[in-house]
């Protein structure tokens, strides 16, 4: 029997089971590949917010990637929080060298405002790390962190997703759910814009008012990367993980006293 397609996220636990390598993993596994997972941080969160964060040292990442790649291997990786730029800079380095599609969801502050990333890692998120990625998928929020561009309209996606293609992944989505959210001229769907600088995709979902979406981005990331394991291409993967994430939002339930989970069971 052939082993299945086999992903890897790099990325922060959620305690909670929401976000992070958790969300990862119940992607992967209902998009029906063996996903596999290096710790780079550990959050103590629940659906109020997060409560702690620890990164793990750089040699114990080094080591869980090594082992994974080495013996198993990978046909794609998805990044998600990588906490500092030691930890950033190792994991830019040991992506360069292995040769698979990579998704990096540039990871920068919670829903609840909690920084996942230290402000001394934005340098090396922007010359290490996003040169690596076959696809970056920043929100709005991380655009405007790490180019200065504010996205305050639908159209003005294009002048983020300009400005994170200088620092060179070959494709960029960003995601317009915040833009939606504020009650803008996307309310009534949430857009996110796919382009590589010549080709442009709007991907367009109907708008769900469901509170519960703690993990939508790492859900995104991971289903993309998916996809990108199984051989599709850029575009198509893209729009099968905006489907995915669509569904995931519609179905997210309440848990704890705060924001709930998107759900991968739908
Ligand atoms: N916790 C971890 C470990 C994460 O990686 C992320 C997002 O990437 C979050 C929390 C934040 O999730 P959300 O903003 O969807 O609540």
């Known amino acids: 029997m052939a082993p299945p397609v086999r992903v890897l996220t790099v990325a922060g636990s959620d305690s909670g089971g929401g976000a992070g390598i958790q969300a990862d993993l119940k992607t992967m596994l209902a ?23 620890w990164e793990l040292p750089v040699e114990a990442v080094r080591a869980q990637y090594r082992s994974v790649v080495d013996d198993i291997g990978v046909q794609a990786v998805k990044t998600g929080m990588l906490a500092s730029a030691p930890l950033v800079e190792a994991v830019a380095e040991l992506l360069a060298e292995t040769g698979v599609p990579v998704v990096v969801d540039p990871v920068g502050v919670s829903k609840h405002g909690d920084p996942l990333l ?18 970056a998928t920043p929100n709005l929020d991380e655009v405007a962190q790490l180019t200065g561009v504010h996205v305050d309209c639908p159209k003005a996606m294009r002048r983020g997703a300009a400005a994170v293609l200088a620092f060179g992944p070959r494709w960029v989505l960003v995601k317009g759910g915040h833009l939606a959210a504020d009650g803008g001229p996307g309310a009534a769907e949430a857009v996110d814009l796919l382009t590589d600088g010549r080709e442009e995709y709007w991907l367009r979902a109907p708008r769900h008012p469901n509170r519960h979406t703690h993990g939508t981005g790492c859900t995104l990331a991971s289903a993309l990367a998916t996809e990108l394991a199984k051989g599709r291409s850029v575009p198509e993967a893209a729009a099968a993980a905006k489907e995915y994430v669509t569904g995931a939002i519609a179905a997210g339930f309440p848990l704890g006293g705060g924001i709930g989970p998107v759900d991968h069971g739908w």
């Open 31 to 53: 998009l029906g590949v063996h996903g596999m997972s290096v710790v780079a941080a550990v959050t103590a969160q629940n659906s109020l917010g997060v409560q702690g964060a």
């Open 118 to 135: 230290a402000a001394s890692a934005l340098d090396a998120v922007r010359g290490r790390l996003l040169p690596t990625a076959t696809v």
